[in-house]
């Protein structure tokens, strides 16, 4: 690519001094949306060194993302972006590049290869860019979609971002391949939902949960276990609100958290602080389950409704707490010293509510399995119109948060509310799910769910690294699918989940060997993981299992808090039938692009603003 001639940067420069006054009226009018110490109230370190920090905000009725992105050491460029997984192939970039004579910034992509190249159609815009003492700010925006097929629709769940580092001058963008590059990626939630933040009790107190003085161990992934207990006594209070603390230094370090409370009925559990994996643990730590709060990077204050609060304290609910801290550590940083950790926001003056935890997808069990090699297997579960007619009060239950949950195969996860037939609304949907970006996260919209509704989840995996089936179970290599809706009121229903009939699995093991010379072994000793390690993959048994999940009568697990399930059959139910279901969300193309670049913005970054 040529060295853009003096006309060019003439309408570049015309260029900048419109985007310049278009910025007044843009900080301006983020004022009045976001919090008052900023226009950007979001911001995440983006590599683990602290190069690169993103801050960003939302305009919803612009459909647009607007980013800052404050590069401290700038060599000869950066490239940032979006992707599907967090790769940098066949990503959606915007390139700040420099050659011998100039600084550009352009809106690109990288194909297959690595390769990057100029995009024709120009939807990242540059709106300013500013050298100052802690480095270069560029800020620019973007539509949600554009519907350039060579750019990413920035959705509601989970967004990969990724980054790469230029160290030296270049001819032209088509120069760059992404990988010789210093590169890496993080996840964020890029669209926050809109909501208020409820004011608080004036008698409001707070209760910091953090794992003292720990030495991050030099590895990539830390998972810190802390056991901690209430004060002898302390009584049933509601908590409104909880927030990280952050050992400063460690932004980068620490990916998410969560405090757990363990169960009523373990009357005492050993203090630990270790690895959650280590072999010194206490088996009792296992019975710590019940979620109080979950924060994931990129996510601020989480804050309950007014009328609604989770208890904690008091006559039946367990003194000790497990705070769960997740080091992420990919530099291998060695004698780093954390301390960081969960605040709660507690009153004694309790809410009108109770707020509920229930778990949806589906049941724990090795009935539910994906084949190896697949790319995207889909797995279902349900919570029947039967166990919501039964469970539910009769005004029904408002679901006001969500946390998806799958192991290492999970890909996409989707909550769809389903009334007489028909698919009505989603509950909750990330189709750029990760295994390790999970965080509750308050939904745009209270999602009521009446008696006779039906609650369905579907999770998508991929197993293209496994030469076995991935059965369902609790272990890391298992899999699960599940969504812990956060509600209001509380109700005796914990857990609303599904499997296949396992006397259907086995007619399936019998079938497969009826025409297959590789015999599956259906003897009675033989168990279910064993029968589907011994199943030979091929287009005739995959298509069969997973007809099978599609027309198998299903047993429901529509259990209470202890673990009982309510009066009733639950065996061999017919799934539920769907007449109606809803597409997929598609992209809203913006009406104009009358101030768009035709190509690359030509910039000064010596100094003040280009």
């Known amino acids: 690519m040529q060295v853009p001639g003096p006309s060019v940067r003439e309408a570049a420069s015309m260029y900048g001094t419109a985007v310049a006054v278009f910025l007044v009226i843009l900080v301006a009018a983020l004022q009045g949306s976001a919090p008052a110490e900023s226009p950007f109230p979001f911001h995440i370190p983006l590599d683990p060194e602290g190069t690169l920090e993103l801050s960003w905000n939302v305009s919803y009725a612009q459909e647009t ?28 970039l915007v390139v700040l590049w420099t050659d011998r004579d100039g600084a ?149 370090l620490v990916h998410h958290m969560e405090v757990f409370q363990c169960a009523a009925e373990v009357e005492s559990v050993p203090h630990f602080s270790g690895p959650c994996d280590s072999k010194m643990k206490p088996e009792r730590l296992n019975y710590c389950r019940h979620v109080l709060a979950a924060w994931a990077l990129g996510a601020k204050a989480f804050y309950y409704p007014e009328e609604a609060g989770l208890a904690f304290g008091g006559p039946g609910s367990s003194r000790f707490l497990r705070l769960e801290v997740h080091y992420h550590n990919p530099l291998v940083i060695r004698g780093r010293r954390d301390s960081s950790g969960i605040r709660l926001y507690y009153t004694a003056a309790l809410r009108r509510f109770d707020a509920g935890i229930m778990e949806l997808g589906l049941a724990y069990t090795p009935v539910m399995a994906i084949p190896p090699q697949e790319t995207a297997f889909v797995l279902t579960g349900y919570c029947t119109d039967k166990c919501t007619q039964l469970a539910l009060p009769p005004s029904g239950i408002h679901i006001f948060a969500s946390q998806l949950h799958t192991h290492l195969t999970g890909r996409k996860v989707v909550t ?19 295994p390790h970006f999970q965080e509750i996260r308050m939904l745009k919209k209270v999602v009521s769910v009446h008696p006779g509704d039906v609650l369905i989840t579907s999770c998508t995996y991929n197993t293209e690294d496994r030469r076995l089936a991935t059965v369902g179970g609790f272990g890391i290599l298992e899999e699960m699918c599940v969504n812990y809706v956060h509600y209001y009121p509380q109700t005796q229903l914990e857990l609303c989940k599904s499997a296949a009939d396992p006397g259907f699995l086995q007619k399936y093991f019998h079938l497969v060997n009826r025409f297959n010379s590789e015999e599956v072994c259906t003897c009675p000793q033989a168990s279910v993981p ?43 139910q017919p799934l539920p039938e769907i007449v109606s279901r809803l597409g997929e969300p598609t992209p809203h193309c913006p009406a104009s692009r009358a101030q768009s670049p035709a190509g690359p913005t030509v910039l000064s970054i010596g100094g003040g603003k280009g």
Request: proline share 6%.
């Open 530 to 572: 064993e029968q589907f390690a011994s199943v030979p993959w091929n287009s005739f048994s995959r298509d069969v299992l997973k007809a099978l999940y599609g027309f198998a009568p299903i047993s429901v697990h529509c259990n209470k808090s202890s673990a009982v399930r309510f009066q009733g059959e639950w065996n061999r």
């Open 416 to 434: 769809v509310l389903a009334r007489d037939g028909r698919e009505r609304e989603i509950v909750n949907r990330d189709s750029h799910y990760s």
């Open 104 to 252: 550009y910034f352009g809106d690109a992509w990288s194909d297959q290869k690595g390769q990057v190249h100029l995009d024709s159609q120009q939807d990242y815009q540059l709106l300013r860019a500013q050298r100052t003492p802690e480095g270069l700010y560029l800020l620019f925006k973007r539509p949600f979609g554009t519907c350039d097929p060579n750019d990413y629709l920035i959705e509601d769940g989970t967004v990969h971002l990724v980054y790469g580092l230029l160290e030296e001058p270049l001819q032209s963008l088509e120069a760059i391949n992404t990988s010789s590059l210093h590169t890496g990626l993080q996840r964020v939630q890029l669209l926050k939902p809109n909501i208020s933040q409820p004011a608080l009790p004036a008698d409001t107190h707070t209760m910091e949960i953090r794992a003292p003085d720990v030495l991050i161990p030099g590895q990539v992934t830390t998972y810190w276990c802390h056991i901690t207990e209430l004060p002898d006594g302390f009584p049933r209070h509601h908590i409104v609100m909880y927030e990280p603390i952050v050992t400063e230094g460690n932004e980068a």
């Open 65 to 92: 993302v607007y980013f800052q992105l404050l590069v401290r050491e700038l060599k000869a460029g950066v490239l940032f972006g979006m992707s599907d997984r967090g790769e940098l192939e066949n990503a959606d």
